[in-house]
């Protein structure tokens, strides 16, 4: 489950440049505030370039919360919300625990383009229509109740995702 292959590390580098372009990713969360304005503070979203992880699509391999991403780990963006709305960060993760993620979107790198192509416009419709598509997976980390008491409903309607179970 380490990525180790020279076309992963080209492939998760390009990934990481678009997900560490803060600023825009910024400036989406705040045009879309309403979708995020139930979260608790502490609520946390993480985007992973899947190739960076070795997860392959529509598995999900026993032990997957504990596996390693290799010695340099992971570019993940992470949304959190705070009092004054979500705000978003790059960070390196060595596996899917170190997220301290509420859920994790897994995406291809396609993907990923696609939804920082269009931070100024449709960014979160492109990631919908990805998800559906399967290019990108939904991992959780909390159950049905705390993810609703954490006040994600309205973003993941807004996704099309009824409340489910550990990766889709």
């Known amino acids: 489950m ?3 292959s020279h076309e992963t590390g080209t492939l998760a580098a390009g990934a990481e440049a678009m997900l560490a372009d803060i600023a825009a990713w ?3 969360l705040d045009r879309h505030a309403e979708l995020f304005a139930e979260l608790a503070p502490g609520a946390r979203i ?3 370039p899947r190739e960076a992880t070795g997860f392959a699509p529509g598995r999900q391999p026993a032990g997957w919360r504990e596996a390693r991403f290799g010695p340099s780990g992971a570019p993940m963006l992470a949304w959190e919300a705070a009092d004054g709305g979500m705000r978003a960060a790059c960070e390196r993760v060595g596996g899917f625990a170190d997220a301290r993620a509420d859920f994790l979107l897994l995406a291809d790198r396609q993907s990923i383009a696609e939804a920082h192509a269009a931070l100024d416009g449709d960014a979160l419709a ?4 990805r998800i559906r598509r399967g290019d990108v997976m939904l991992c959780t980390f909390r159950t049905r109740a705390e993810l609703a008491a954490a006040g994600y409903e309205d973003f993941l309607d807004s996704l099309g995702l009824a409340f489910m179970g550990a990766c889709r």
């Open 26 to 28: 910024q400036r989406m």
């Open 46 to 48: 993480g985007i992973l």
């Open 2 to 4: 380490s990525g180790g």
């Open 126 to 129: 492109r990631l919908k229509r």
